[in-house]
């Protein structure tokens, strides 16, 4: 496995298990090391939310569009909101990223896609995760900069310690 890969992808478990993973991770992590992104929370069924791993804030995922619409219901202008605050972030200095998810939004070059190129730009690792469906416009936008991890904080830790020991 490459650990010197700047960009880590896990893969492999349910949306909500990946996200717990990237919050383990990150608290274990401790105030040491600077991080900026957001992950996705669901504090209640059906009601999602992007929590700032850099001050708490929450951004909605979904928005009410009321019984019987058949519009897309996930909230792009909160998410893009999000996004503008983990640049800001990223800009203000860290040493990891964490972004919940490269999806639909971010296939389609808006959601937290400036986020991510922030973090390029900055050459900041970063660890997210990335569905299938979305592989070959991921792949066109990331490769070769990445590795696919298993959904465990020990494949996490290890590529985390590899970039550390490689920056020293």
């Known amino acids: 496995m490459d650990h ?58 979904f928005q009410a569009l009321g019984r019987g619409s058949s519009a897309c219901s996930v909230d792009a202008d909160s998410i893009v909101t999000a996004c503008a605050a983990v640049c800001g972030d990223i800009e203000a200095g860290c040493d990891l990223v964490v972004l919940s998810k490269f999806g639909r939004l971010e296939a389609e070059r808006t959601g937290l896609s400036d986020a991510f190129a922030a973090g390029l730009a900055g050459e900041v690792p970063i660890l997210t995760s990335v569905a299938p469906k979305f592989d070959p416009v991921w792949t066109a936008f990331a490769a070769p900069l990445f590795v696919m991890l298993p959904p465990q904080l020990a494949a996490m830790e290890a590529w985390w310690r590899g970039l550390r020991r490689q920056a020293a």
């Open 4 to 61: 010197s890969a700047p960009i880590a992808v896990v893969r492999g478990a349910t949306t909500a298990q990946i996200q717990a993973l990237f919050a383990e991770f990150v608290a274990r992590l401790g105030p040491q090391v600077r991080v900026a992104g957001v992950i996705e929370e669901e504090p209640a069924p059906g009601h999602a939310q992007l929590r700032s791993l850099a001050d708490g804030r929450r951004f909605e995922v």
